[in-house]
Structure formats: structure tokens, C-alpha cells
């Protein structure tokens, strides 16, 4: 398996731009996670999903932020619009199951100009 | 909710000696899952080590074991015959034992900086 597939690894945009994150879980996984990286927090959870289904969104900073799984094999994050507070590294990480490691994606770097 | 806590921002080592990360948790929960993931500058995620809460053997991969003390919630992680490519950020993280909340996340600490000295 080619692992968790996460795309683009860059992206740069203006702010007030809309940005859309792509994530393909490892097949079989049935728990999708969103994370944000900065140096001032850390890593945090955004989402997760099991099954396709939004479990819990706490993390979601705001309203400009969405995401979505339409199936089993695609996530997105998007967010409209963007601003510059919102630059970091976006992972998305699957798992099988609370008994195995979560595996992550490489990671997208956001910058907001 | 829970927090992790990892004391040391930055620790270098001397390369081929021994080094000990550390990291705290603050749980209310008696089962639960901890774990050390490297991040190198490449900024993927690679998981070292796991240990189930439930176990009292510490776990070993290789050079890498953790000392895991339950009842004072501490994880520390020990990198022994320090290489080179050990260099990274180190993260300790949590996972909640509980089944029926699912809380299948990830709590992380801040990390710490490894550098390994030739």
C-alpha cells in the first residue's frame, strides 16, 4: 500500500483565496483524522471521521473551515477564505482501529500571503 | 481531557551514546495507548515505539525502549547507540482506551528537538 496520500505537498495562496486539501486514506481504514501543525500550538486535531461520518469537529477553528468524506478513499479540508493566521502544515493520518498506530500523510504546507 | 507534556523543547546528543526523551500525561482514564513518533525534516510522521497502558513490560524496538511508569504518568523514551539519522523532532502522544466514547485521536505534546552530534 502506498500509505496516506495527501496533496499538494505546497500551496500557496493569497489571502481571501479558498483552499482545498486532499487526503486518501491507507485502504481498509475506517478512521480518518485531520491535524494542523504551527509552532505556537503544536499539533492539533481538526476532525475525524469513521466510516465517512464527521465523529467529532471540535477542533475546527471556525466556520471557514469544512471538510469532508464523500467515501472511503477521499477526504477533503477546505477553507474559505483563507487567511494568513491559517498557514501551517495540514496532516491527515487513518487508522483501522483504537488497537493500531495512526499513519499520516506527508503533510501539506499552507502559506497565506 | 487530556495533555501531554514534554519538558525538554531541545536535547542533543552525542552520537553512539544514549539519550533519554521525556513526557508526562495528565489522564483520569486507567486504559489508554501511548506512543513516540518521529518527525524529520522531510515533516513525515513515523511512528517509534507503542505502549498499551494495560501492559507492565516496557516496550523495546531495537535501540529504541520507553520507561513507562503509570502511576506517575510519565513515557520517557530512550534512544540507545545514538545515529545520525536520529536527528528529529520526537513527539510523545496519547490515545484513550475507551471503546464506546471512540476517541480514537491523538494528544500530543510539543515535541522535543534531537540533535546528534558526530
Known amino acids: 500500500d502506498a500509505g496516506v496520500i495527501q496533496s499538494p505537498r505546497h500551496e500557496v495562496t493569497e489571502m481571501g483565496q479558498e483552499v482545498t486539501l486532499r487526503c486518501k486514506p491507507i485502504?481498509?481504514?475506517?478512521?480518518l483524522f485531520w491535524y494542523r501543525q504551527t509552532m505556537m500550538r503544536g499539533l492539533e486535531l481538526l476532525i475525524y471521521?469513521?466510516?465517512?461520518?464527521?465523529?467529532?469537529d471540535s477542533g475546527m477553528p471556525e466556520d471557514r473551515f469544512s471538510a469532508k468524506m464523500p467515501n472511503a478513499s477521499f477526504s477533503t479540508l477546505k477553507i474559505q477564505p483563507s487567511e494568513p493566521r491559517d498557514s501551517a502544515v495540514y496532516f491527515c493520518?487513518?487508522?483501522?482501529?483504537?488497537?493500531?498506530?495512526?499513519?499520516f500523510g506527508q503533510g501539506t504546507r499552507l502559506t497565506v500571503v | 481531557a487530556q495533555t501531554v507534556t514534554q519538558s525538554q523543547p531541545e536535547m542533543s546528543v552525542q552520537e553512539a551514546e544514549t539519550v533519554t526523551l521525556s513526557c508526562t500525561y495528565d489522564?483520569?482514564?486507567?486504559?489508554?495507548?501511548l506512543f513516540w513518533y518521529k518527525q524529520p525534516p522531510s515533516r513525515q510522521m513515523i511512528l517509534v515505539i507503542r505502549?498499551?497502558?494495560?501492559?507492565?513490560q516496557n516496550a523495546t524496538e531495537n535501540r529504541f525502549s520507553v520507561n513507562f511508569q503509570k502511576a506517575a504518568k510519565s513515557f520517557s523514551l530512550k534512544i540507545s547507540d545514538s545515529q545520525l539519522g536520529d536527528a528529529a523532532m520526537y513527539f510523545c502522544?496519547?490515545?484513550?482506551?475507551?471503546?464506546?466514547?471512540?476517541?480514537?485521536?491523538?494528544?500530543f505534546g510539543k515535541g522535543t528537538k534531537l540533535s546528534v552530534i558526530p
Open positions: 489522564t483520569s482514564e486507567s486504559d489508554y495507548y
Open positions: 502522544a496519547y490515545r484513550s482506551g475507551d471503546t464506546l466514547a471512540g476517541s480514537y485521536q491523538l494528544t
Open positions: 485502504s481498509g481504514h475506517d478512521y
Open positions: 505502549q498499551e497502558a494495560y501492559k507492565q
Open positions: 493520518a487513518s487508522t483501522v482501529n483504537q488497537n493500531t498506530e495512526s499513519f
Open positions: 471521521f469513521n466510516n465517512n461520518v464527521p465523529i467529532d
